[in-house]
């Protein structure tokens, strides 16, 4: 195999979530053999396929699997021991996407729009709108991010597919909201990023997940100044303003939007935030590690 399109320890570390010093062990412990290349006089390097047996070692270990049961596995194996480990100890199937991410990701590669949009469509019937955004369109959305980044996808594939999973979702709260959320005029939350900030991907997220909450959605989209955000919330009385940021670059002037926004909102309107890049340790900032936790408590709400 060709060396040059091997990944670092660091780089695999990265992809994966697993530390560099619990992969060293294991290279010391179990070798990984058949899974790394030496090139003369340097350090081991993993061959990019390894990444996707390593992820599922990954999710086998979280659910209670032991490293020395699994780690020399081949992908198979490995993939049937996590699946039938995780229904024994009663996962949900949610618990581990990975085959389907793989599909949906192989679809993106074929441009197979129409056998995309079905497997969005039974992944959506199955797990209902939280368990979709939440165990589904992340996943997807960081293998296609981690993907581009080792050079096995084009940008061309991550807007083919971003876009497509995009407009699905918007699609679907849109038809929700008309349906469960009958009062226009209930308190709304205004949905938005800031100036500057393209990834919109996160919006649709939140937006399906307040329709999932029977909660009414202003969907303001990408890139929209403080004053547009402050002047829906006011018009529309809304509850909340929820902001959602990806790109570093914008995180770095969001605590100072987040102030303007703060200062310009009725001090009621509650402000959101979540994002992979979202600033955390704003006190008048709500930020939520994952949707569900924010779909809990938006149950939990006592809202006009
Ligand atoms: C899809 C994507 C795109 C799509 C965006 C399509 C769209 N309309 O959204 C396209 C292809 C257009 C794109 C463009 C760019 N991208 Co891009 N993109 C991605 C990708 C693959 C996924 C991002 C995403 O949607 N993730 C899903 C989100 C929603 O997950 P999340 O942020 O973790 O959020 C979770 C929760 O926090 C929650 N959540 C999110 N928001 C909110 C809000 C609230 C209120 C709540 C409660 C919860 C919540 O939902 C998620 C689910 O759990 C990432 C790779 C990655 N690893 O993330 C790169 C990535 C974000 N992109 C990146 C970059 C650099 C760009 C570009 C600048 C590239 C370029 N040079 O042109 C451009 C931006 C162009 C511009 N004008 O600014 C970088 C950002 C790097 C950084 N510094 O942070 C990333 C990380 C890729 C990388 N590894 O370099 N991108």
């Excluded at 993993?46 to 070692?57: S, V």
């Excluded at 340790?281 to 809202?303: A, C, H, K, P």
Aim: net charge negative; hydrophobic share 40%.
């Amino acid at each position: 195999m060709d060396t040059e399109k091997t990944l670092s320890i660091g780089e695999v570390a990265k992809l994966t979530g697993i530390t560099v010093h619990t992969l060293r062990i294991w290279e010391h412990r179990y070798g990984f053999s058949s899974h790394m290349a030496k090139p003369p006089g340097k350090h081991r390097r993993y061959y990019p396929e390894e990444i996707k047996r390593l992820k599922l070692i990954k999710q086998g270990l979280d659910i209670g699997l032991k490293p020395v049961d699994i780690v020399n596995l081949e992908i198979n194996t490995l993939s049937h021991e996590v699946e039938s480990y995780g229904a024994r100890k009663g996962y949900p199937i949610a618990v581990h996407p990975l085959q389907v991410i793989e599909k949906w990701i192989e679809l993106v590669r074929a441009h197979d729009e129409n056998s995309l949009l079905k497997e969005f469509q039974l992944e959506w019937e199955a797990l209902g709108p939280v368990g979709f955004v939440e165990d589904r369109c992340s996943h997807f959305a960081k293998e296609i991010g981690d993907l581009w980044e080792i050079g096995a996808l084009d940008v061309r594939h991550e807007h083919f597919g971003a876009s497509l999973l995009k407009d699905f979702l918007s699609q679907h709260w849109r038809k929700i909201s008309q349906d469960l959320v009958p009062d226009s005029n209930a308190a709304p939350f205004v949905l938005a990023t800031f100036p500057g900030e393209a990834h919109t991907l996160g919006l649709e997220m939140v937006a399906t997940v307040l329709a999932a909450a029977h909660k009414r959605a202003i969907y303001l989209g990408r890139s929209t100044p403080i004053e547009d955000i402050v002047k829906s919330a006011v018009e529309t009385g809304a509850y909340g303003v929820a902001i959602s940021i990806c790109d570093r670059g914008h995180s770095m002037n969001s605590l100072e939007l987040f102030a303007q926004l703060r200062e310009k909102l009725p001090s009621s309107t509650v402000i959101i935030a979540g994002g992979c890049s979202a600033p955390s340790g704003i006190e008048y900032v709500n930020t939520f590690s994952n949707l569900r936790s924010f779909y809990d408590w938006l149950r939990i709400q006592d809202m006009p």
